[in-house]
C-alpha cells in the first residue's frame, strides 16, 4: 500500500456544562470509550495515544457502551437511533440498527448475559425502552416517569432489576423479565443524574443534581441508607462508578471534586480535588481495573491517584472542538506537532508518543486560523480575535508581550529568513520585522486570501480571490510591487514554497494545483488535477520532490513534482470532515487534521 495509517491522537470527549457525560468500559478491562460529536472513540487505558474511532452515525453520539461479552458496542445518538457494532474488527461491521426512542438518548444498559438491552432518553411518546438485542422485540416497559430519563442500569445477575433515574426528582424500580414497573423511590430533591448497580448486583446507588447519594437493596430495591448523611458533595453530583469488588465507589460533581466512599460505613475515603476554574467540574468517572477515571468539563481526563488526592497520576488533554491548522516543529531530532482548535486552543504532540500539553497561559480568544514556526524557534500564529501571536517553542507558554494587534482580521500568516513575517488581513498586507509592523499594504485593488514569503526572504507572493498572484520584492522593511504577477485559474485557496525555494505550490478553487519554478521566474512547472471539489490546503515535503493537498471533497492526495501522473490518494482520511491541516514529519510521514479534533499519521511509500 502507498499509504498506512501510522497514528490516531484522538480527540477528547465534547462536554456541555450541566449535562453528564457517559463514559464507557470494555469488560476485559483494556479499554475506555466516549463520543464526540458524531464519533465514538475507543482508547487503551493504559496507553491512550492507541485510540480507534467509530463514524458510522448520521448524528450527533450522546454515549457508548461495550456489551458484557466485550464483543460489541451499543452507540445512540440524538435522532434516537442505536446502532449495535462489532468490535473485534477493524471495519466495526454494523449488527443491528434500531430506533427504541424519538428523541435524544442519555444512557443505555445491558443484561449480563448480552441479549437485553435498556435504552432511555429524551423520546416524544415514551421515555425509555427494554428490547432484544437481536430482533429489536420489547421485553417490557420503562415507565413511572413524567420527564425524561437520565440514566439506566440493568442489575448484573438473575433476578434481573431496572432502575431509571429521571429529571422529576424520582427514580423507577422495574422488575423482569418482561420488565414491569414496581415502585417509584422519591428520596432526591434534585434531577437524578445517574443511578448504578453494584457489580455483584446486592445494591444499587443513585445521585443527584443536589449533591445527594442513595444507596437501595439491589433486588427489592429498599433504601439501605446514603453517603455522607445529608449531602455527598457540595455541587450536583453527575456520575457514580462502583470498584470491581462493590465494596467502593467514585462520584463525580459540578463542585470540582471526585470522592471515593467506602460504601458499607457510608463515609468517604479520599476526596480527589481537581482545581478550582469553571473547567474543572467534574461530569463523568469509570472505575476500571486499578485505574479511576473522572472527566472534566474541558474535555481533560484525569487519571486519580488514591496516594495523592490532589494531583492525578496523568491528564489525557487533546481538543475537543475542531481543529483548524496544524504545522510541525523538530529540534534535537525529535519532531512536535502543533495545532491550533476553533476555541482558540493551541496543543503541541510528541509525534512518537503521543504525549501532549497545551502552551499555557492567556492566548488567543478565537479560532485560529494559520500557524507557523520561525528560525528564531517561535511558533507564529493567527486568529480571528484580531492578533498575530509569537510564542516561544522551548518556553511553551504565551509571552503577554508577544502579540500584535492586526486593524483587521488575519487569514493567513507566514515566516521566513532575517526575523520577517507576512499577514494577510481582511483587505490589508503587513509585512512585521522582528515582531514589529514594519510595512503595511492598504487599499488593495484585489482581495488577499494568502500570502507566504520565499525562505530567502527576498520575494513574497499574495495570492488573491482573483486568480492572480502578486509578487513584490522585498527591499528593507519595504514591499516594493514590481508589476511582476502569476495567474491561476481560479481564487488562490492556499499556496506554498518548497522548504529549498525552488518552487511555489499554489492550489485553486476550480481543483487545480499548479507548481512554479522560482528560477525561470515562476515559469509552470507542472499542473497536478485529481481533487473533485474545492482543495483548502497544502504542505511540501521535506524532500522538496512531493507536496500534499487536501479539498472539501475529503481526499488527501501526495502529488510528485516531476511527474504529475504519479499520485497518492488517501480516501477518507477523517471521515467525517475535510481536512483542515496538513504537515510533514519526514518525506514519509505525513499528518492530517480536522473538524473531527483528532490528529492522524500516514506512512506514505513512493
Known amino acids: 500500500m502507498p499509504f498506512e495509517p501510522k497514528h490516531v491522537f484522538a480527540s477528547l470527549p465534547q462536554m456541555e456544562r450541566g449535562v453528564a457525560k457517559v463514559i464507557g468500559g470494555d469488560p476485559k478491562g483494556k479499554n475506555f470509550l466516549y463520543t464526540n460529536g458524531k464519533c465514538v472513540i475507543i482508547r487503551n487505558i493504559e496507553n491512550p495515544a492507541i485510540a480507534d474511532i467509530y463514524t458510522e452515525h448520521a448524528h450527533q453520539v450522546t454515549v457508548a457502551k461495550y456489551a458484557p461479552s466485550g464483543f460489541y458496542i451499543v452507540s445512540g445518538d440524538t435522532s434516537g437511533k442505536i446502532r449495535i457494532w462489532d468490535t473485534t474488527q477493524k471495519e466495526h461491521l454494523l449488527k443491528y440498527e434500531y430506533t427504541p426512542i424519538s428523541g435524544t438518548i442519555k444512557d443505555i444498559a445491558w443484561t449480563e448475559d448480552s441479549k437485553r438491552l435498556a435504552v432511555v432518553g429524551d423520546g416524544r411518546e415514551k421515555f425509555g425502552a427494554v428490547f432484544l438485542w437481536d430482533s429489536g422485540s420489547s421485553v417490557g416497559d420503562i415507565s413511572g416517569h413524567c420527564k425524561y430519563i437520565n440514566s439506566v442500569d440493568i442489575r448484573q445477575k438473575r433476578p434481573y432489576r431496572l432502575a431509571a433515574a429521571s429529571d422529576d426528582t424520582c427514580v423507577s424500580f422495574s422488575e423482569g423479565p418482561p420488565f414491569k414497573f414496581k415502585f417509584t423511590l422519591r428520596e432526591h430533591s434534585k434531577f437524578v443524574n445517574c443511578v ?130 496544524l504545522t510541525v516543529h523538530k529540534s534535537d531530532g525529535q519532531s512536535h506537532i502543533y495545532s491550533g482548535s476553533h476555541d482558540g486552543h493551541i496543543n503541541y504532540w510528541d509525534a512518537d508518543t503521543g504525549e501532549n500539553d497545551c502552551i499555557s497561559g492567556k492566548g488567543h480568544s478565537n479560532q485560529v486560523s494559520k500557524m507557523v514556526t520561525n528560525e528564531a524557534g517561535e511558533l507564529v500564529t493567527c486568529s480571528m480575535d484580531d492578533t498575530l501571536r509569537f510564542t516561544n517553542i522551548n518556553k511553551k507558554e504565551y509571552s503577554a508581550s508577544d502579540v500584535v494587534k492586526m486593524d483587521f482580521q488575519p487569514k493567513s500568516v507566514s515566516a521566513a529568513s532575517g526575523g520577517l513575517s507576512l499577514a494577510v488581513c481582511i483587505g490589508q498586507v503587513v509585512l512585521l520585522k522582528d515582531k514589529k509592523k514594519v510595512f503595511t499594504l492598504d487599499n488593495l485593488n484585489f482581495e488577499a486570501e494568502v500570502g507566504v514569503i520565499h525562505p530567502g526572504g527576498a520575494t513574497a507572493a499574495v495570492g488573491g480571490a482573483d486568480g492572480i498572484i502578486q509578487l513584490y520584492s522585498i527591499q528593507g522593511n519595504t514591499l516594493k510591487d514590481d508589476g511582476k504577477t502569476i495567474n491561476v485559474s481560479g481564487t488562490i485557496t492556499d499556496m506554498a514554497y518548497s522548504n529549498d525555494g525552488a518552487y511555489l505550490a499554489v492550489i485553486d478553487e476550480k481543483k487545480a494545483a499548479t507548481v512554479f519554478s522560482v528560477a525561470d521566474s515562476y515559469a509552470v512547472k507542472n499542473s497536478f488535477y485529481g481533487h473533485h471539489a474545492r482543495p483548502v490546503t497544502l504542505a511540501w515535503s521535506p524532500d522538496n520532490e512531493h507536496f500534499a493537498t487536501s479539498g472539501m471533497d475529503m481526499l488527501v492526495y501526495v502529488w510528485t513534482v516531476a511527474d504529475s501522473d504519479k499520485r497518492i490518494k488517501i480516501p477518507d482520511t477523517h471521515r467525517l470532515h475535510h481536512v483542515s491541516g496538513l504537515a510533514w514529519i519526514d518525506e514519509h510521514t505525513l499528518v492530517t487534521t480536522s473538524h473531527d479534533a483528532s490528529i492522524k499519521q500516514w506512512t506514505i511509500t513512493y
Request: glycine share 14%; proline share 3%; with cysteine.
Open 196 to 325: 448504578r448497580f453494584s457489580p455483584d448486583g446486592e445494591h444499587f446507588a443513585t445521585a443527584c443534581a443536589g449533591g445527594q447519594i442513595f444507596i437501595y437493596n439491589g433486588k427489592t430495591g429498599e433504601a439501605a441508607g446514603s453517603l455522607g448523611g445529608e449531602k455527598a458533595h457540595s455541587g450536583g453530583i453527575y456520575a457514580i462508578s462502583w470498584s470491581p469488588d462493590s465494596s467502593q465507589l467514585i462520584s463525580a460533581s459540578g463542585d470540582k471534586t471526585v470522592k471515593l466512599w467506602d460504601v458499607g460505613a457510608g463515609t468517604a475515603v479520599t476526596t480527589f480535588n481537581l482545581g478550582t476554574d469553571v473547567s474543572d467540574q467534574q461530569l463523568g468517572c469509570l472505575w476500571q481495573n486499578d485505574h479511576l477515571l473522572s472527566i472534566s468539563l474541558s474535555g481533560y481526563i484525569n487519571y486519580l491517584d488514591k496516594n495523592n488526592p490532589n494531583r492525578p497520576i496523568r491528564t489525557i488533554k487533546g481538543h475537543s472542538k475542531s481543529i483548524q491548522c
